[in-house]
């Protein structure tokens, strides 16, 4: 393996780590807490690393400007379309910095994720867990929709999900309860 000096290590840190905790209260809880653990670090860099006010300051412009837009299109108005061709240039400034600003985060956060994903999907007691949901959370939650994308194991129920898709749930879960908690504007990433 060409990354085995890199791999090796970490993933003897990450077994250092979570088998315990896998081998006592089993694969679901530990991927709940890897998950839980990665929430917080990505919501932590998002909230050190993006300036929220301008965040939100930058995208109530996007609006106002989105909106202006529309009316000038369905009102067929020259000067308006005019006026708004103007102010496009600025949009599209406006729109690059917020999208550099928002992979600020991601670029600290890659790679770390990658390397627990790849571990993960490695450690045969995570790779083999397999959730079993009732069909009322099944159904709210669109799994069959993430079944279309992602594609079950042969023999794993149509009503399950396995780590993958139960990391993606727990993680979407806690990183909502993590930006509420450390007061992050809506719409960063």
């Not at 393996?1 to 840190?13: G, S």
């Not at 979570?18 to 209260?25: G, Q, V």
């Not at 300036?51 to 009102?75: T, V």
Request: with cysteine; hydrophobic share 55%; proline share 5%.
């Amino acid at each position: 393996m060409a990354f085995e000096f890199i791999t090796q290590p970490v993933f003897a840190a990450l077994d250092f780590v979570f088998m315990p905790l896998i081998n006592t209260f089993g694969p679901m809880i530990g991927v709940f807490v890897i998950s839980t653990i990665v929430a917080f670090f990505i919501t932590l860099a998002n909230k050190l690393l993006v300036d929220q006010d301008k965040l939100q300051d930058s995208q109530k412009k996007m609006k106002s400007f989105q909106q202006e837009m529309m009316a000038a299109q369905k009102s067929g108005d020259p000067k308006a379309m005019a006026k708004v061709q103007e102010n496009q240039a600025e949009f599209m400034k406006m729109q690059q910095q917020m999208m550099m600003n928002s992979f600020k985060p991601m670029i600290v956060t890659f790679v770390p994720i990658i390397l627990v994903f790849w571990w993960m999907g490695q450690e045969t007691f995570i790779s083999k867990l397999v959730v079993e949901l009732p069909s009322f959370i099944f159904y709210v939650l669109l799994v069959p929709v993430f079944h279309t994308f992602y594609h079950q194991s042969p023999g794993v129920p149509y009503m399950a999900i396995e780590w993958l898709g139960w990391y993606f749930l727990c993680s979407f879960a806690m990183s909502m309860v993590f930006r509420k908690f450390m007061g992050l504007k809506s719409g960063g990433i």
